[in-house]
């Protein structure tokens, strides 16, 4: 991973740009192009370092969402995560050490299309979504330093 890369991933983890540019304007605090900004965003993303890159709502603000997690045979992890991680509702999953060991939030902006997507991927990998929804709101930040030397 490059310097810029690495500027990428760490600086703009809270306060992103809230402009009709916003790589434009990270651009700009870098001290390169939009295009270089895009285009080190996209790479990483088809590498698998960065999922997605936008803005987190908290929420039931816009949309509705849940937190979901599967009981997964462990020698079907990979090819379960795969499948839940293309979902287009799903903005990130991870594996955990417990019976249920993969969790993933879905969200999208009706409460039936939730209920769509829980039941699509349930058909799909021949596992049952344990529903989790949000109860009580706690706000903690999840971003990280990832600075390193």
């Given at each position: 991973m490059n310097e810029l890369e690495r500027h990428l991933l760490n600086d703009f983890q809270r306060g992103l740009p809230l402009t009709s540019r916003p790589y434009a304007a990270m651009a700009e605090r870098l001290g390169v192009s939009e295009d270089e900004v895009i285009a080190h965003?996209?790479?990483?993303?088809?590498?698998?370092?960065?999922?997605?890159?936008?803005?987190?709502i908290r929420p039931h603000r816009v949309g509705v969402s849940t937190l979901a997690a599967m009981a997964v045979p462990p020698e079907r992890l990979a090819e379960v995560a795969d499948i839940v991680s293309a979902c287009p509702e799903v903005n990130h999953n991870y594996e955990r050490e417990h019976h249920y060991n993969l969790w993933f939030v879905v969200a999208?902006?009706?409460?039936?299309?939730?209920?769509?997507v829980l039941r699509d991927l349930?058909?799909?990998?021949?596992?049952?979504?344990?529903?989790?929804?949000?109860?009580?709101?706690?706000?903690?930040?999840?971003?990280?330093?990832?600075?390193?030397?």
């Amino acid at each position: 991973m490059n310097e810029l890369e690495r500027h990428l991933l760490n600086d703009f983890q809270r306060g992103l740009p809230l402009t009709s540019r916003p790589y434009a304007a990270m651009a700009e605090r870098l001290g390169v192009s939009e295009d270089e900004v895009i285009a080190h965003l996209r790479a990483m993303q088809e590498a698998g370092t960065v999922s997605r890159v936008g803005a987190v709502i908290r929420p039931h603000r816009v949309g509705v969402s849940t937190l979901a997690a599967m009981a997964v045979p462990p020698e079907r992890l990979a090819e379960v995560a795969d499948i839940v991680s293309a979902c287009p509702e799903v903005n990130h999953n991870y594996e955990r050490e417990h019976h249920y060991n993969l969790w993933f939030v879905v969200a999208t902006g009706r409460e039936e299309r939730l209920r769509e997507v829980l039941r699509d991927l349930e058909l799909r990998t021949g596992l049952k979504a344990l529903d989790l929804p949000l109860l009580e709101d706690f706000h903690i930040d999840l971003g990280f330093d990832l600075r390193w030397t």
